[in-house]
């Protein structure tokens, strides 16, 4: 039962480097999101993906790429980190039909010096 | 605009006394609101909502379309309750959740 599964659990970059945070789920959902989550500001929608090929701009959207080649793969992507970026990472999947319980990944933890 | 508000960042309640999380939220249509829970080095996890009308873990939810409110209760807190809470949002058959900021829920021995 692996669910919602992240890599890393943990990083830190300097300033101005690129990297992926992976994120895969095995639930077969066309539903998956990317969410930050900061003290104060609860998670806030980075960026999503109704299905394969299909990939649209949630809340904060600014500084992160995604794409989704497979059902099952959902990769963030920072182009040239900030330390604004500095925070924590959840991916989470669901069911297309609305409404229904969206599950999370254990979260990728990211520091930008 | 999709606005959920969680006016508490902590609510510290003892062993045993009631437990009530605030949950306002601001929504043109009807939405569809849950309960997150986020128990210590786990992940993000649903507890309940509103479709479902359901008790989970002794917590119940009530929406109120008239004050915009879905407030998570519990008559007795237990120290296993301890843990970050989150109210959310999502247009009815939609699938984009908006959080609240969240409350740490702390229940003293």
């Known amino acids: 039962n692996a669910g919602v599964t992240q890599t890393p659990k943990f990083q830190v970059l300097k300033t101005g480097q690129s990297m992926t945070l992976q994120c895969a789920q095995d639930?077969?959902?066309?539903?998956m999101s990317w969410y930050r989550q900061d003290p104060g500001m609860g998670l806030r929608l980075i960026h999503y993906?109704?299905?394969?090929?299909?990939?649209d701009q949630g809340e904060v959207p600014n500084g992160y790429n995604v794409s989704r080649s497979t059902t099952e793969d959902f990769p963030l992507r920072l182009l040239s980190a900030a330390p604004s970026q500095t925070s924590v990472y959840f991916c989470?999947?669901?069911?297309?039909?609305?409404?229904?319980?969206?599950?999370f990944g254990q979260g990728t933890r990211l520091t930008v010096v | 605009a999709q606005r959920v508000t969680q006016p508490e960042k902590l609510l510290s309640v003892f062993k045993g006394a009631p437990v009530e999380l605030k949950c306002n939220y601001s929504?043109?249509?009807?939405?569809?609101l849950f309960w997150y829970v986020q128990y210590s080095r786990q992940r993000l996890q649903l507890l309940l909502r509103?479709?479902s009308r359901e008790s989970i873990k002794g917590f119940t939810a009530d929406l109120n379309k008239g004050e915009t409110s879905f407030h998570l209760k519990k008559p007795f807190a237990q120290e296993e309750d301890s843990a970050m809470y989150y109210c959310?949002?999502?247009?009815?058959?939609?699938?984009?959740?908006?959080f609240g900021a969240g409350t740490i829920l702390r229940v003293k021995s």
């Open positions: 989470a999947s669901s069911t297309r039909q609305g409404n229904t319980e969206a599950f």
């Open positions: 639930m077969n959902h066309e539903y």
């Open positions: 993906s109704v299905g394969a090929g299909i990939t």
């Open positions: 929504y043109s249509g009807s939405p569809e």
């Open positions: 509103h479709i």
């Open positions: 959310a949002l999502s247009p009815l058959n939609g699938n984009k959740l908006v």
